[in-house]
């Protein structure tokens, strides 16, 4: 099956639709489905640029409320998670997940579902330690604080995600695991983005939250994005009992959605022929939700996960056998999950814009359903529910990134410490809590000796089996072999056991590496003008 992964959206879905359109009638293949890394915007209106954190500047309607409104609708079926640029308070209206438009979904703050045989799971957000053991408590109206802490990945989601057990095929994350740069090629990623070079060699670059879920969960893909370019690197696990091989993950992150730009790429991955060829739910992610229903905070208050300790009677929410058969008897065997999107908010009208339009706290017909279906809590409903009782507490304003107090959920915090500025990114004027210097940078956790964050993959028996254009090498190699992660303009396919991958790409060149540092071909003097972008790398408003 061929899938088409994409990095930051930013709203562009015409230009990422037109480009896979443009790959398909190049190649004479067909796309079967899009994931989006993140930044996704689901923008319907102004109401819901009110609620996304950029500075006023860059909120620009883009083009997802055609879908939203009908007027067009997706080609292919797309799958996204959020990042941290997002119309918030829609994607809150689908806590577990849903569809935003016909036939784009969403995967909820954390979610698992299955398309083809293909079993694809995602964790929404960006990791802060000081948001990250609170509960969903944010609503529309947002504050200044609470628009940012809204996309900030909890501790609930990644303990969720920690209780699966059957193998994860893709799994998407918005930041980078921390620590995956070391199964890549660093000098080429450095030279590329520089200023990453401190938390590269500090180890704070990325998420310890998605490290956990990358070490606990082994999937065969991990895709990413957020810091705005393409890298691939190639994992491999440490062996368990009971394994011939160790398991491997090959990681790749994709761009935004700009010229000259590695923003898509194409993979075909092995799926069930006999397989339905709907959207269908997990049972295993499913009998987990119903598990760990009790478990919901909707506080701004710390809320610790159980844990293997004198202190929990119960840490353990992972679901047997037995549980899944009796959901799936509950369900009649079917997960197919129900095209039932329904509008519930206006629609951008571009001939008479409504300037003073203003958020609202709405609860979703889909959520609504789900829930019921399968009894689960509504956090959204919950938040409103108390919100109207006047139950809500605030959040303190010393509370978050500007107390220095605030402990770290993780053993080492030098999160801190990070200096580095990433020119690439949206930066909110007037919010240190949302520069790149507090979104690329996390608290990390030293590796230990027996810490499987080595470049090991030089060593990995079935690196055969990557794309050329996935394939990794170690800091030592020579240029030419530093340039292979470039070549995604061409198509290529690589012999793997039994089985055949390929991948193909867009290739656009960017004016970031026209000095020559990369190793990339350049436009000729003559042709500069017609791709080059207009301001310099300061000015991107994705």
Known sequence: ??????????????????????????????????????????????ADMICMAVPVKYRQMQTFYKYYSGEKKAPILTIFIGGNHEASNYLQELPYGGWVAPNI?????????????????????????????????????????TMRSAYHVRNIEVFKLKQLKQHMDIFLSHDWPQGIYHYGNKKQLLKKKAFLRSEVESNTLGSPAATELLQHLKPSYWFAAHLHVKFAALMQHPKCDGEQLPKATKFLALDKCLPHRDFLQIVEIEHDPNASEHLEYDSEWLAILKATNDLINVTPKSWNMPENNSLYAKWDYSVSEDDIKELLEEQANNLQIPCNFSQVAPVYDPAHPQKSREPVHVINPQTTEFCATFG?????????????????????EMDGADNPEEPSFYTTDTSGLSSSINPDEITLDDDDDDDDNGELSAHSIEPLPDNPFTDSS?????????????????????????????????????????????????????NEHENGSSGIKLIKRRNQSIYHTQGNENEDIE
């Open 105 to 145: 979904y969403y995967l909820g703050y954390a979610g698992v579902v299955n398309y083809r045989g293909i079993r694809i799971g995602g964790l929404s957000g960006i990791f802060k330690p000081h948001d990250y053991k609170k509960g969903h408590f944010e609503y529309p109206p947002y504050n200044q604080q």
């Open 376 to 396: 689960l809590t509504d956090l959204n409903a919950k938040v409103k529910q108390m919100e109207s009782e006047g139950l809500m507490e605030e959040e303190d």
């Open 1 to 46: 099956m061929k899938v088409a992964v994409e990095g930051c959206c930013h709203g562009e879905l015409d230009k990422i639709y037109e480009s896979i359109q443009f790959l398909e009638k190049k190649d004479n293949v067909k796309v079967d489905l899009l994931i989006c890394c993140g930044d996704f915007q689901a923008v319907r209106n102004e």
């Open 458 to 510: 030089a060593n990995f028996s079935d690196v055969r089996d990557l794309p050329d254009s996935m394939v990794v090498s170690s800091d030592e190699t020579q240029d030419s072999a530093n340039e292979e992660l470039d070549k995604s303009g061409d198509s290529s396919m690589t012999e793997g056991e039994g089985k055949t991958t390929r991948t193909k790409a867009v290739k656009r060149i960017s």
